[in-house]
C-alpha cells in the first residue's frame, strides 16, 4: 500500500480544481442554455408553420370545389421544448382588414408570424368575422367554401 499516503498537496490542489470545473461550468451553460432555446423556436416554429400550411392548402381545395363544398381537418398546435405557441389566428373579419386573408400566430422567443395564399382566399367563420384564437392542443376544424355578402369565402370553424 505504497504511495497512498495522503499529503498536503493532494489537498491543496482540491479548491483549485472546484474552481477551474466552476468556471468551465459557468461559461459552457448559458452557451448550451442559448442553443436549446433556439433550437426549440426553431422546431416549433418548423412545426406550426408545416400544419398551417397543410390547413392553407386544403383551404384552396375547398375553394376550388366551388360554393357548398366543405372538408374536416385535424389541425395540431404543438411546442417543442421551452418554446410555445400562444396562439394562432385564423382569418378575421370581413370589414377591409388584412388578417381576413391570413393565418398568423405568435411563438414565445420569437414573436408573430404569418402565412396566407396567393393568389390571397377570404377566410372568417360563420360568426361572421369573429377570428378564431386557437392555443396549444389538437383540434378538427370544418372549412367550407361560402357566400357572405356576395364574397366568396372560406368559413373555418371549430368542429
Not at 17 to 42: D, E, H, R
Not at 62 to 87: L, Y
Not at 91 to 99: K, M, Q, R, V, Y
Not at 104 to 123: E, N, R
Request: hydrophobic share 45%; aromatic share 6%.
Amino acid at each position: 500500500m505504497r504511495g497512498l499516503s495522503a499529503s498536503n498537496l493532494g489537498v491543496a490542489d482540491l479548491p483549485m480544481g472546484i474552481i477551474i470545473a466552476a468556471v468551465i461550468t459557468s461559461v459552457a451553460v448559458p452557451a448550451f442554455w442559448s442553443a436549446y432555446q433556439s433550437l426549440s423556436v426553431n422546431m416549433t416554429l418548423e412545426a406550426i408553420e408545416e400544419e398551417i400550411s397543410d390547413m392553407l392548402q386544403m383551404v384552396r381545395a375547398v375553394m376550388d370545389g366551388g360554393v357548398g363544398s366543405n372538408m374536416e381537418m385535424k389541425f395540431e398546435v404543438r411546442h417543442w421544448g421551452s418554446a410555445t405557441v400562444e396562439r394562432v389566428e385564423i382569418g378575421g373579419p370581413l370589414n377591409g382588414s388584412s388578417e381576413r386573408f391570413m393565418v398568423s400566430y405568435s411563438i414565445t422567443g420569437y414573436g408573430k408570424g404569418f402565412l396566407c395564399l396567393d393568389p390571397p382566399v377570404q377566410m372568417t367563420c360563420t360568426d361572421l368575422g369573429q377570428i378564431n384564437v386557437i392555443g396549444d392542443g389538437t383540434y378538427h376544424l370544418k372549412l367550407k367554401h361560402d357566400v357572405i355578402e356576395m364574397v366568396h369565402v372560406c368559413s373555418v370553424d371549430l368542429k
